[in-house]
């Protein structure tokens, strides 16, 4: 069975960066999506950015040109480089991914979700 573990969070002054980490294990990768995704308190879950096995990548707009997300195949790990952020960067983030078919990435169920990771950006 697949899992996800995030990690990389935790507590930044606004302007600064952080790079998150989500080693993925337990998969046979063939087509797939993967996004990164956020929720603050009080505020419903956000994808901040996508990419798929074609290597297509999408980014909310809050985030286009301050974020960037890769992977690593060799070592399993799919990353969110976090540049110039904000409070309102503030939330849990999470990875997750969709293994199959698909009409566009992000999905609208992923099966595989990691637990989070905190990011706090002050001011």
């Known amino acids: 069975q697949g899992q996800l573990m995030e990690s990389g969070g935790g507590s930044v002054q606004a302007g600064g960066s952080l790079k998150l980490s989500c080693e993925t294990s337990g998969y046979t990768y063939g087509t797939y999506c993967t996004a990164w995704f956020r929720q603050a308190p009080e505020k419903e879950r956000e994808a901040v950015a996508t990419?798929?096995?074609?290597?297509?990548?999408t980014y909310d707009d809050s985030v286009k040109g301050r974020f960037t997300i890769s992977q690593d195949h060799d070592k399993n790990t799919l990353y969110l480089q976090m540049n110039n952020l904000t409070p309102e960067d503030s939330a849990m983030y999470y990875c997750?991914?969709?293994?199959?078919?698909?009409?566009?990435?992000?999905?609208?169920?992923?099966?595989?979700w990691g637990q989070g990771t905190q990011v706090a950006v002050s001011s």
């Open positions: 997750a991914v969709h293994i199959g078919y698909y009409l566009s990435c992000p999905v609208t169920n992923f099966g595989y």
């Open positions: 990419l798929d096995s074609d290597g297509r990548t």
